[in-house]
């Protein structure tokens, strides 16, 4: 059972290049019918990193992570996450890889509309046998530090699209994961807000020791990165390894 301490905001450890890799994408290809999505393409991220994954809408940058994160498997080449072949795990595996380990923030949240905040943040934890009242409250304090003191009532429907992207922030976090996926996680909001979901995203991330490979196409989001790579037409066109 998960008995994940409160979260903190306060870096907990530092990101070192000299560092052995978390995850290691080896010669990744990946085809959709006639469309090869990925073609070859090498990618590392050590602990506590952040990389952003940048290129032009349609480049490969979504099928590179959800590779990555065992979500669907390439056609070639490996990935390895802590030295556990991802790639040939089973779909049941790779789900329980992905809750144990991984935490994932998309573009509009993908939250469960019909729960309440504290039930959409606690869901990792229940889906990985905690009680819901041990949940709840593993969940709870995740609020004031997101800045949603008081909204832990709601629904989905019932908050901003910024208030909603924390909550999505606070989900992927609460089960301390060691790796956090974020798709476009600002592509649906404004500048603004974007900027709040990203400080908090960041350090929340970095206050648990958390790697994030962060998805985006915007210059000022990229900018919250130890690094950037560039996706074109299926292949890294900017720096790769650490």
């Not at 390439?74 to 990935?79: A, I, K, N, Q, Y």
């Not at 779909?91 to 309440?116: I, T």
């Not at 949940?135 to 832990?152: K, Y």
């Not at 996926?181 to 404004?190: C, H, I, N, R």
Request: aromatic share 4%.
């Amino acid at each position: 059972m998960i008995t994940a301490p409160a979260p903190t905001l306060e870096a907990v450890t530092v990101h070192q290049l000299d560092q052995p890799p978390l995850l290691v994408g080896a010669g990744l290809r990946k085809r959709f019918g006639q469309t090869e999505a990925l073609r070859g393409i090498d990618f590392s991220l050590t602990p506590g990193e952040i990389v952003a994954v940048m290129g032009p809408s349609g480049s490969g940058k979504s099928t590179l992570l959800h590779c990555l994160a065992g979500i669907v498997p390439p056609d070639e080449g490996t990935v390895t996450f802590e030295g556990r072949s991802v790639d040939r795990l089973g779909e049941g595996e790779r789900s329980r890889l992905r809750r144990a380990s991984f935490g994932f923030v998309f573009q509009f949240g993908q939250l469960v509309p019909e729960l309440l905040a504290i039930e959409n943040v606690a869901l990792p934890l229940l889906l990985n046998g905690m009680s819901r009242a041990r949940a709840e409250e593993v969940a709870a304090p995740w609020f004031p530090l997101m800045g949603l003191s008081g909204l832990e009532g709601r629904r989905p429907g019932e908050m901003s699209g910024g208030q909603a992207q924390r909550i999505a922030v606070a989900r992927a976090l609460v089960t301390r994961p060691a790796i956090v996926f974020a798709d476009e996680p600002t592509g649906s909001l404004d500048s603004l807000a974007g900027e709040g979901v990203m400080e908090l995203l960041t350090a929340a991330a970095r206050g648990q020791g958390a790697s994030v490979v962060l998805v985006t196409h915007e210059p000022r989001v990229a900018a919250y990165a130890h690094r950037e790579v560039i996706v074109r037409d299926g292949r890294l066109t900017g720096p790769v390894a650490s």
